[in-house]
């Protein structure tokens, strides 16, 4: 008996032995990385995957918009919240290990990565798909790699001397598969360099974008994003162009201005102006605009971004955009932001007749339509009488009102040459600083001015 | 009534037993074992507090009165012996107290007498620490123990505390010791530490493995040290009964005092009143105020219009109001109350102990709560001569009424921040919420929101043991520990969770099922009385499955349905499962020659299935030795040295808990996007080479008994190193990523470990004896990837650094200089660490504090008299350093409408004061930096603490027999009575859980202060 115990015992320690396959296990909740760019079905799936980054609230699930406005604050916003960071970007005394400047940064190349995944191994996909397919990825990476150079490129474009002025680092193709890889420790490219990176991959992603493409990236929202770009650096023809071409395209293809100005806005599906946005529902997607705009009563943080008497004043007392606002603590709220779990909008319509408007004026021509048509446009809407001959203040007073605390704020304050609480547009404060964390990794990063 | 049924039995039991009729004298002589009496050795009769002290001859002589049958001999240096009177004259033969040195210590499949470890294991008994009041088996063994490191995050209930054994060696892995329950691997859940599932009065002892020959024998899951707890077992004789019972209340250890409602006033005018100047003067007046008078009465408007919001219905002008909410934010005599019951007994064959035990304590934070159900059963069966079967089996739940986490505004401490002019509720009676309150206001958890956890836990075992041959054993072990645990919450529309989703719950549901085999053959052999050789030779199975569901939905219908059931909308869900699997085979000779030179040799190889496909096996060898010189002859002459054996080890053990389950492969995972969209993301990098941590450590000691060993201790250096330390190396983020996990750190921890037991007084009616240990432990980062030097903090609240040449964690921030005396601006130093700035953004970085204890330590006295008792545990740590981050908020000269602390009442006021708390400034318009944190917020936190106080009263059996017990006993018990420290946040032994991390540590985030409490107790056994 005691015999067949020591067998037995020997017999199961044996047995667990060649049992070396309980050592290779594997993930139920994933698959492998080799496997994600096999097919062309699995790619796409990982294209989807790099909208939701997008869509993250460091980049356009809401950061790089308000971050864009509480800089550009000029009175018209307070910071009222605790969080210190924001408060940093707000009175412009940003520290160099701010998280929101951090995250941004590296959530647009991640974006960018994945994109660069995508374009290398596009031979997977149909033929036939192809170019579509990665104008969709490079659309991406151009609304990534633009976030990143207005935030934290060393002058704005128009500064002049694009060429010598230090952009962000530049990379287009994977790299070793070891991301602590030294080839990674990138130096930064210009500013020139970098804004011909955006220009090729919008203009590639504007010819074989199809016209609409349910929430994905289309070919109006890669013109509009191109004449954005040219805003920057005041190609004014080119930006017209642009917009031009963004309003033909997308006027023949069921795109218009919804008819009431608040029905813009607070939507969980995309309406007929949006030309882009980022998709929120109540289990994907994050809207931290909402997060910061809106109040405790919709659920949000407090109101921790106010709106001042300054900026509500602005408003015609009969100007539907004016009605938006919502007062709560003693003091005016966004109402753009004011609902949860909704689409953070990115690109709308409006935004077109506008930039088409003010390229027009400014360069006297009636590409597409007269200036007046286009303003009026959006004044009528607004519930506002029309203007005859629009001088271009009146149409950029236009835009500063329509496009309110949507994102647009400091990069037309700045192409405007316009002071913002007191800094001229190119005060190095206007600027983020790099980031901390990259230059402790990557020495040959260097700072900009007015920061160490 | 279970009491009276007890009562009742026992009286039967009592009633069968024979007593003596007659008195009868009774005389004898004490000698020691080499026939020599021993003079002044106490003679008591059991029961009573007569007795008499041996003359110079060694003879005594007592009557014994009637019914009374036993003697009770006890003399310093001697063990005690308890004799029943048969016969007179009655002559005893005391024996020296060896007592600890024989001690059976239990080593990982196996034991080992005390004498012959040539290991370092730290015992703590079970009995010792059995009526402590706290919620967790593992906050009893804070300062009981050299070397181990115990913290309770906070005041808030059953939830993480923190172990370390000799310092911290990892900075990705766990740095908490593995649990081996009876042979089973403890595992955690979602919450809470795993041991607070186990009832601690049915444990029998704890053995801390500290070094890597005691350790080894565990493998790659040992770098921290183990702790082996074995449960109580029954041992053959009358069955016993006990119970025992405790109810007391709790209250904070300090509460840190925030400003009154007219000071609140007070100071925020004065703030108003500079910040407009700061604007009209310095800041630009970008406002464009006409006049500084012009500023200033704007901000004034401001501030008592933001006055009135504050003070809803009441008049804050007449200060109608006075709110601590700092009171409100804790239970007042918070209550605490227990019950166990234990029966054990049987006989040769069969032994049995059973147990079940209730405890229900309310924290000393509102809507704080935990509650324990357990039930134990142990058994052993004499099978035949040959076979031995038996069974452990724990069955536990556990519920927990928990608080939001440190950082949220729905946690209690959180509500310091409102305004003292705020009342709590409305004149409806209706709790006050923004905008009326500065911020949510955490009393609105109270009625409209739950946070209920339940964790099940069944662990124990099943083992036979065979007696192959003589002196050779196998012994098969198949055990299980199976954690359910839910966690359920609610948050109504009035919550801020649940505002705008029209209510909101929450429910997530974690199963861990760890199945276990340990096969072991252990043999032992004496050759010739010289050679003594234990040997042992094994393997393990492990499988680890976990499994994790969870599901929230909003909008409920109605808000006192408050289960998913009511929601009218499921807004998310989610199941995932993984698991791991380790295999190992581990093998143990001791020698010992002459049992005076000893020598053991432990090994472990693990295969684990997490680690990377090049390093899936790993091998963790040990070498011990050790010589108790006290036997060789040339040692005999040193009467006052008892016993002294020095001893050394070396070896390497492993941690594994660095990597995750799959964490070698590179992935893609889903990524939901917009209402269908399914996409994919990448979520882990490739790394082959990932493998375990390797902590080696040297080892070097001595145990000692002087004075026949009145006194005993223990003294030991250690040097441990770990290599292959895992580090999230962070990478440039064009790479796709800012981090990957590689073995490429080290780390490094230095320390002595002294303890010493000394028994000062010994006499028939008092005895007094003095446990002390003491500790210190130097860490030090060693390597980081190789070229980096630093991984300094990127949060700006938590300052934590990994720097080479440093301490794991020092704080690494800007240096507060005071404040500018000509301006009360804050002044922080440059990098030159002279000069001075006003900048934040310019200041230098420093090293400003460090988390880590230089010295901890622990003194404990037992003094006894006749029945009475009493216990003191002091218990310190020494050296450390905490970082108030909330200070930015509280003490932070009323840049926010926060509350404040009342050192703020020194702020500077005008020009050539000297004071560090800066001019009071309201950030409203940007103009000027918010405090940031620095040294001004980091503290000096070392602390002696009272930490158990027990006084006692065991009924003399005299009168235990006549209302038919066997033993009484009453006492009242009191846990961190006294704090001594200079901390002045609300307890110096803090560690927020907002973020918390091996390298967040050291950190108060409004974490709750410590419980103090008193509990009665009573204690009978039957």
Redesign the interface.
């Known amino acids: 008996m005691?015999r067949v115990?020591?067998y037995f015992?020997l017999v199961?320690?044996s047995g667990?032995?060649s049992?070396?396959k309980?050592?290779?296990?594997?993930?139920?909740?994933?698959?492998?990385?080799?496997?994600?760019f096999s097919t062309g079905d699995?790619l796409k799936?990982?294209?989807?995957?790099?909208?939701?980054?997008l869509?993250s609230s460091s980049l356009f699930g809401g950061d790089v918009l308000w971050m864009s406005e509480l800089m550009a604050s000029n009175?018209e916003l307070?910071?009222v919240g605790?969080f210190?960071?924001p408060?940093q970007i707000?009175?412009?005394?940003i520290?160099?290990?701010?998280?929101y400047a951090?995250s941004t940064?590296?959530q647009?190349?991640?974006v960018?990565?994945?994109s660069n995944n995508i374009i290398a191994n596009i031979n997977v996909v149909e033929t036939s798909e192809q170019a579509e397919v990665a104008a969709e990825a490079k659309f991406l990476r151009a609304m990534a790699y633009f976030e990143l150079i207005k935030y934290f490129g060393e002058k704005p474009y128009f500064a002049g001397n694009a060429s010598s002025l230090k952009g962000v680092?530049l990379?287009t193709s994977p790299?070793p598969?070891?991301?602590?890889?030294a080839y990674?420790?990138?130096p930064r490219a210009s500013v020139e360099d970098v804004y011909q990176q955006i220009i090729a991959d919008l203009k590639d992603a504007e010819v074989n974008l199809p016209a609409t493409n349910d929430?994905y990236a289309n070919k109006p929202s890669a013109s509009l994003a191109l004449a954005r770009v040219y805003l920057q650096q005041e190609k004014f023809a080119e930006a017209r162009d642009a917009a031009n071409r963004c309003i033909s395209v997308a006027s023949t293809n069921g795109f218009s201005l919804v008819n009431n100005y608040a029905d813009a806005f607070n939507n969980?599906v995309n309406t007929t102006e949006d030309l882009f946005a980022m998709?929120v529902?109540?289990?994907?997607?994050s809207n931290s605009c909402f997060t910061f705009f809106s109040t405790?009563?919709?659920?949000?943080r407090?109101g921790d971004i106010e709106v001042t008497d300054v900026h509500y004043n602005k408003y015609n007392v009969s100007d539907a955009r004016r009605g938006l606002f919502f007062s709560?603590?003693?003091a005016w709220h966004c109402g753009k932001w004011r609902?949860?779990y909704k689409n953070v909008k990115v690109m709308r319509l409006a935004e077109a007749y506008l930039t088409r408007a003010e390229c027009n004026v400014r360069l006297s021509t009636s590409i597409g339509d007269t200036p007046d048509n286009d303003v009026n446009k959006i004044r009528s809407r607004a519930g506002l009488p029309g203007l005859a001959g629009a001088t271009l203040n009146q149409i950029l007073n236009e835009r500063e009102l329509e496009l309110a605390f949507e994102g647009q704020g400091l990069w037309d304050a700045k192409r405007l040459r316009q002071n913002i609480?007191?800094k001229t547009w190119d005060d190095n404060k206007l600027t983020f600083p790099i980031p901390?964390?990259?230059r402790?990794?990557?020495p040959s990063l260097e700072q900009n001015p007015g920061?160490? | 009534m279970r009491i009276v049924t007890l009562f009742l039995l026992a009286g039967m039991l009592l009633s069968l037993s024979k007593g003596w009729s007659q008195t009868k004298t009774v005389t004898g002589k004490v000698t020691d074992g080499s026939g020599t009496p021993i003079a002044g050795v106490s003679v008591l009769i059991k029961g009573t507090s007569i007795g008499m002290v041996t003359g110079s001859d060694g003879t005594y002589s007592l009557i014994l009165p009637k019914g009374l049958t036993s003697l009770i001999f006890s003399s310093i240096g001697y063990e005690d012996q308890e004799v029943d009177v048969t016969s007179s004259p009655l002559n005893i033969s005391l024996s020296h107290t060896t007592k600890s040195l024989n001690e059976v210590i239990v080593t990982g499949y196996g034991t080992q007498v005390k004498r012959e470890v040539t290991s370092v294991i730290s015992r703590v008994k079970g009995s010792d620490v059995q009526n402590m009041p706290v919620a967790d088996l593992s906050q009893t063994l804070q300062g009981r123990a050299a070397g181990v490191f115990v913290e309770a995050r906070s005041g808030k209930i059953g939830e993480e505390i923190k172990i370390r054994i000799r310092g911290t060696s990892s900075i990705n892995g766990s740095n908490e010791p593995l649990y081996v329950v009876d042979g089973v691997p403890l595992v955690g859940g979602l919450y809470g530490t795993a041991t607070s599932d186990i009832n601690f009065d049915d444990i029998e002892s704890f053995d801390i493995l500290k070094d890597a020959s005691a350790a080894a024998i565990y493998g790659s899951r040992a770098a921290n040290g183990v702790i082996l707890i074995t449960t109580k077992r029954g041992k053959a004789g009358k069955t016993k009964f006990t119970v025992s019972s405790q109810y007391g209340i709790q209250n904070p250890t300090h509460k840190r005092g925030f400003l009154s409602a007219a000071e609140y006033i007070d100071l925020y005018r004065e703030a108003a009143t500079n910040t407009a100047k700061y604007h009209y003067n310095r800041g630009g007046n970008w406002m464009g105020f006409s006049s500084e008078a012009d500023a200033i009465a704007n901000m004034i408007r401001w501030i008592e219009g933001r006055f009135t919001r504050y003070s809803g219905y009441s008049d804050w002008r007449k200060v109608q109001t006075n709110t601590n909410w700092e009171d409100l934010a804790f239970n007042d005599n918070a209550r605490l109350g227990n019950i166990e019951i234990s029966a054990q007994g049987g006989t040769e064959k069969n032994k049995f102990y059973l147990s079940a035990g209730y405890s229900n304590q309310d924290g000393i934070l509102i809507a704080n709560n935990f509650k324990r159900y357990s039930l134990r059963f142990n058994m052993d069966n004499q099978v035949n001569n040959w076979l031995k079967l038996g069974l452990n089996m724990g069955l536990g739940k556990t519920v927990r009424q928990r608080v939001a986490d440190d950082n949220e505004f729905s946690s209690p401490i959180e509500m310091v921040a409102l305004a003292p002019i705020t009342p709590p509720r409305d004149q409806n009676g209706e709790y006050y919420t923004t905008p009326t309150t500065t911020y949510y206001s955490a009393l609105n958890e109270l009625d409209n929101a739950e946070n209920h956890a339940k964790s099940y836990r069944n662990q124990g075992n099943i083992y036979a043991e065979s007696r192959l041959t003589n002196g050779l054993i196998l012994r098969n072990e198949l055990g299980l520990d199976l954690v359910n645990q839910s966690d359920e919450r609610f948050w109504g529309s009035r919550t801020e969770w649940g505002a705008g989703t029209g209510g909101f719950a929450w429910a997530q549901w974690f199963r861990n099922t760890r199945w276990v085999t340990n096969n072991f053959l252990n043999y032992v052999t004496e050759i010739k009385s010289k050679h003594k050789i234990d040997a042992t030779l094994g393997m393990s199975f492990e499988n680890r499955y976990d499994e994790y569901a969870y599901v929230q939905g909003e909008n409920f219908a109605d808000e006192s349905i408050r289960t998913l059931a009511g929601a009218g909308k499921i807004t998310g869900g989610s199941s995932t499962h993984e698991e791991n699997n380790l295999v190992s085979y581990f093998a143990r000779v001791n020698y010992g020659f002459n049992m005076k030179y000893l020598l053991s040799l432990n090994a472990r190889m693990d295969g684990y299935s997490g680690l990377g496909s090049n390093y899936k096996y790993g091998t963790f060898p040990s070498v011990s030795a050790g010589w108790i010189m006290s036997d060789e002859n040339f040692m005999q002459n040193i009467k006052w040295l008892s016993f002294l054996k020095l001893r050394a080890s070396y070896g390497t053990v492993g941690n594994n808990t660095g990597v995750g389950f799959y964490d070698s492969k590179a992935q893609y995972g889903s990524v939901r996007y917009g209402s269908s969209g399914a996409g994919l993301g990448i979520t882990n990098f490739a790394n082959d080479d990932l493998r375990w941590e390797k902590v080696t450590t040297a080892d070097i000691g001595f145990e000692f008994g002087l004075l026949k060993n009145r006194i005993v201790g223990e003294f030991s250096w250690y040097n441990k190193k770990t290599t292959d330390m895992l580090l999230q190396v962070p990478t440039p983020s064009p790479s796709g990523t800012t981090s990957i996990l590689a073995n490429i750190g080290q780390m490094g921890n230095k320390g002595i470990e002294v303890s010493l037991t000394s028994t000062n007084i010994s006499t028939r009616d008092f005895k007094w004896t003095t446990n002390f240990n003491i500790a210190k432990n130097k860490n030090e980062v060693l390597k980081l990837d190789g070229e980096q030097k630093e991984i300094l903090p990127s949060n700006v609240r938590y300052t934590n650094a990994i720097i080479v040449g440093k301490p794991f964690g020092v704080f690494y921030s800007v240096k507060y200089a005071g404040v500018d005396p000509d301006n009360g601006d804050p002044i922080y130093y440059m990098q030159d660490g002279k000069t001075t700035t006003n900048v934040y953004g310019d200041a230098g970085k420093f090293i400003i504090g460090d988390p880590n204890p230089d010295w901890i330590g622990g003194i404990s006295n037992r003094i006894s008299w006749k029945g009475f008792e009493l216990n003191i545990l002091f218990q310190g740590v020494f050296g450390n350093q905490v970082s108030d981050a909330g200070g930015i908020f509280y003490s932070a000269n009323c840049d926010w409408f926060d509350n404040q602390t009342r050192d703020q009442l020194k702020r500077w006021q005008k020009k050539g004061d000297k004071t560090d708390v800066p001019e009071l400034r309201i950030n409203r318009w940007g103009d000027f930096e918010s405090p940031s944190m620095s040294s001004r917020y980091v503290y000096d936190a070392s602390y002696v603490r009272l930490k158990d106080l027990t006084f006692a009263y065991n009924l003399p059996s005299t009168l235990t027999k006549k209302i038919k017990l066997s033993n009484a006993r009453l006492y009242i018990s009191g846990v961190n009575l006294l704090t001594i420290t200079r901390y002045p946040g609300w307890d110096p032994e803090v560690n927020t859980d907002t973020n918390s991390s091996n390298l967040r540590q050291g950190l108060d985030f409004y974490a709750a202060p410590q419980i103090k409490s008193i509990v009665f107790g009573l204690s009978i056994g039957l």
């Open positions: 005691k115990i020591l015992f199961a320690v667990v032995i049992c070396d309980k050592l290779d296990l594997k993930n139920p909740q994933s698959i492998d990385a080799s496997d994600a699995k799936k990982v294209l989807i995957g790099n909208y939701a980054s869509g009175g307070n910071w605790t210190q960071e408060r707000w009175s412009k005394l520290l160099t290990n701010n998280g951090a940064y590296s647009a190349y991640y960018i990565y994945n680092p990379i790299g598969a070891a991301p602590q890889d990674y420790l990138l929430f969980d998709q529902t109540d289990q994907a997607g405790f009563t919709y659920g949000a407090n709560e603590n003693g609902d949860i609480d007191g901390l964390r990259e402790n990794i990557n920061y160490n």
